[in-house]
């Protein structure tokens, strides 16, 4: 069984500028007293996501909708444990993947096989297992004997193919998406269009960020309204959308 | 959401590592033609550029020094590597640490495995100097493997706390490798510790942290056991040194993703 549950989670991510990074500055700050600084201290915290009390369990189909800013990605980032909250607790069960950046970690001087290397071990998967599964993801990104050449020498459309391949083939029990993935040409947009809503099908809890009406209409069965990194409304899709998108 | 780690949730973990520094280690020979041996190669000549004209200068006979000067060249290579990289291990890995909720001990690891792996590429020009000067290896050399685990905990815990320190002050890798070069001056290198004043020798010696961490792998790999001084010394740093690191960490680790 997957679950998230938040309580009064929230967010401040401390901004610093050049002066507050500085260990020289610091230093002659603390001699002298704080005297002989001119500077602004430096120490702004943006309060990015603020009392956020919500369970996600099993079948929850969740969208996240909201301006620009009002903390959608920091939520996700919340989310997949890469930011622990700074106050409040979050607590999540059951193993996440996350395709909001599906070209991360993909170096573009190796060959497109060492990549599928690369990336399956940064998600999770161990040598074995990528080998048994090395032949799937290469025939899936039809990139046939280009899969032996660096990345560089591709397209940007084969990048992204080999990238939605790797990335694919873990099933998680918490999936997390930042708008919907669309690769490739014609033929090879059916292909992943099937395979991430089968993906989307076979995970427990889907939480998706979005600015599209329809996407959220299609895909959801609940949607938060986030903003000013406070929920505004939670409930089913109609109901938020026709609030939000008016 | 910190969970106690499972054991094969840790063989993976080292899977990563191993997998993250062979990468990083192939992509520094890729697009040449000899490969690997370009490591290689590259330390071999600043050796025997050192050692003709420091061996010249200081008239010390050949078949002494350059065992020597290879020997610490390498070793001073390996020690430096891992802390000034370690100081950027996060900062470098940005990009996986605000998207993968991945252990961080994991790119520190990876940048101490990489550096490893570049002695390992490094280190086989001890053996072919021994070989030129005439020099055997005794059985003595065994004692640089305890030795090794040893500045590899050590050198993890310095890698491990810069990496930390550094993702939040970004002027302190600067710092950090100022210091080193001022230690690579202090600590017998290219010069040899005989040349030394007697009085001058012991203060320089002793207190030198990194000469200790040298000797501890030099001595044996030269056929001598290093000093009782030198394992407590190194010993002491790398336990209190964890105990510092390992207190840091747990107060600032959920806050070093926000530092990026």
Redesign the interface.
């Known amino acids: 069984m997957a679950l998230i549950q938040f309580i009064q989670a929230g967010v401040e991510?401390?901004i610093?500028n050049a002066y507050s990074?500085?260990?020289?500055s610091?230093l002659i700050h603390i001699a002298t007293a704080g005297k002989l600084s001119a500077h602004a201290s430096g120490h702004v915290i943006v309060r990015a996501l603020h009392g956020l009390d919500f369970s996600f369990a099993d079948g929850d189909r969740v969208g996240l909708i909201g301006h620009n800013g009002a903390g959608k990605s920091t939520l996700l980032?919340v989310l997949?444990?890469?930011?622990?909250p700074?106050q409040g607790q979050?607590?999540?069960q059951g193993s996440?993947s996350?395709l909001?950046?599906v070209s991360?970690?993909i170096?573009l001087?190796?060959t497109g096989r060492?990549n599928i290397?690369?990336r399956g071990?940064?998600?999770?998967l161990?040598?074995n297992e990528i080998n048994a599964r090395l032949d799937e993801i290469i025939a899936f990104s039809e990139l046939g004997d280009f899969i032996d050449m660096p990345v560089r020498t591709y397209s940007s459309g084969m990048n992204l193919r080999l990238a939605f391949s790797v990335s694919t083939v873990i099933q998680p029990e918490i999936l997390l998406m930042d708008e919907w993935l669309s690769v490739g040409d014609e033929g090879f947009k059916h292909k992943a269009e099937a395979r991430l809503a089968e993906l989307v099908e076979s995970t427990k809890i889907l939480v998706i960020a979005s600015h599209s009406r329809d996407l959220i209409l299609k895909t959801c069965n609940r949607v938060l309204w986030l903003e000013h990194g406070m929920i505004k409304m939670d409930g089913a899709p109609d109901e938020v959308c026709a609030a939000y998108f008016g | 959401m910190v969970l106690p780690i499972k054991l094969n949730k840790l063989f993976h973990l080292l899977g990563l590592i191993v997998t993250l520094g062979w990468h990083d280690i192939r992509g520094r020979y890729r697009r040449s033609v000899i490969g690997p041996f370009w490591l290689t190669i590259s330390m071999g000549v600043i050796i025997a550029c050192i050692g003709l004209v420091f061996g010249g200068i200081f008239n010390t006979p050949m078949d002494e020094y350059l065992p020597f000067l290879a020997a610490g060249i390498i070793l001073w290579t390996f020690v430096t590597g891992a802390i000034n990289e370690g100081c950027t291990s996060f900062v470098s890995a940005e990009g996986v640490i605000k998207q993968l909720p991945i252990p961080l001990f994991v790119h520190v690891l990876r940048v101490v495995w990489r550096n490893i792996l570049m002695l390992a590429h490094h280190i086989v020009i001890l053996p072919l100097v021994l070989l030129v000067m005439g020099k055997s290896v005794s059985l003595i050399a065994l004692l640089a493997i305890p030795g090794f685990v040893l500045v590899v905990l050590c050198l993890s815990w310095l890698a491990f706390f810069f990496a930390i320190v550094c993702t939040r002050y970004r002027d302190l890798p600067q710092i950090v490798a100022s210091v080193l070069q001022v230690g690579f001056y202090f600590t017998p290198i290219i010069w040899m510790p005989a040349l030394l004043p007697e009085r001058l020798g012991a203060a320089i010696l002793d207190w030198n942290p990194f000469y200790h961490v040298l000797e501890l792998l030099r001595a044996p790999l030269l056929g001598s056991a290093p000093g009782i001084t030198s394992w407590l010394v190194v010993g002491a740093i790398t336990i209190l040194g964890w105990g510092l690191t390992l207190l840091l960490f747990a107060h600032v680790k959920h806050r070093i993703a926000y530092w990026l």
């Open positions: 991510i401390p610093f990074r500085s260990l020289k610091k980032r997949s444990g890469v930011y622990a700074t979050a607590v999540r996440l996350s909001i950046d991360l970690g170096d001087e190796s060492e290397y690369l071990a940064l998600l999770g161990s040598k």
